[in-house]
């Protein structure tokens, strides 16, 4: 079955805290994997994605994830989070019909 | 901004009503996708549209669901007989046809069934 698993619901960091969410999937075929924020009151926009090429990309706002094939893992890093990142973080993932299966979502705080 | 419109943005409803929501997709992409989304969870996907063929449909999308895209532009979701179950966050997005087909989306319409 296709799904996606984040393993942490909800985090709370400081400020300057390193951040890491992880997220596995299960998906048979080639994937394209996205990381999805949503801030408090606003849409979903999207972070970063990787489809092909470097598995390290480089997403929006200092944000990064790798993927490793071989671990099933799209994981989302920042060095150092601020207190503007608090929000909604979903990995999802998608084949050739661009249809997505998203996590259950991790909230992220962060405290000043 | 050209992104993604959802209207309306709220609807409270009685139970047994239908109802009726529009997605207007960023106008050059030819891609539309339907998702619902509960508290706590994820979106997780109702349909798609390629221009105006319906392409796939999930399991989730009972025969009280239907979803129209006519003209290949905007896209109507429609419930009958609605029930408290089917309070959710309907979201809309769209993407250009090519692969990675990366999705902007819609601020959603809550639906509240009483």
């Known amino acids: 079955a296709q799904s996606v698993s984040q393993h942490n619901h909800h985090v709370i960091l400081s400020e300057a805290a390193s951040l890491e969410l992880g997220c596995n999937y299960s998906?048979?075929?080639?994937?394209?994997l996205f990381w999805y924020v949503q801030y408090p009151g606003q849409h979903l926009q999207l972070l970063l994605k990787?489809?092909?090429?470097?598995?390290l990309v480089k997403g929006i706002k200092g944000f990064e994830a790798e993927f490793i094939k071989s671990k099933f893992s799209f994981n989302l890093r920042k060095p150092s989070v601020q207190w503007s990142d608090t929000a909604e973080y979903f990995c999802?993932?998608?084949?050739?019909?661009?249809?997505?299966?998203f996590g259950q979502g991790t909230t992220l705080q962060v405290k000043p | 901004d050209t992104g993604v419109s959802q209207d309306p943005r709220h609807k409270i409803t009685k139970r047994g009503q239908n109802v009726t929501f529009r997605c207007d997709p960023i106008?050059?992409?030819?891609?539309l996708y339907w998702y619902r989304q509960t508290l706590g969870q994820g979106p997780e996907f109702l349909t798609y549209f390629q221009n105006e063929a319906q392409l796939e449909k999930s399991r989730l999308l009972s025969d009280r669901f239907s979803a129209e895209r006519p003209k290949g532009s905007f896209s109507t979701l429609e419930i009958q007989r609605t029930e408290q179950g089917d309070s959710a966050m309907y979201l809309c997005?769209?993407?250009?046809?090519?692969?990675?087909?990366?999705?902007?989306f819609g601020p959603g319409t809550r639906l509240t069934v009483t």
């Open positions: 990787y489809f092909s090429g470097d598995p």
């Open positions: 106008s050059e992409h030819n891609r």
């Open positions: 997005a769209s993407s250009r046809h090519a692969e990675p087909y990366e999705q902007y």
């Open positions: 998906y048979g075929g080639t994937v394209n």
């Open positions: 999802a993932v998608s084949g050739n019909t661009g249809k997505l299966i």
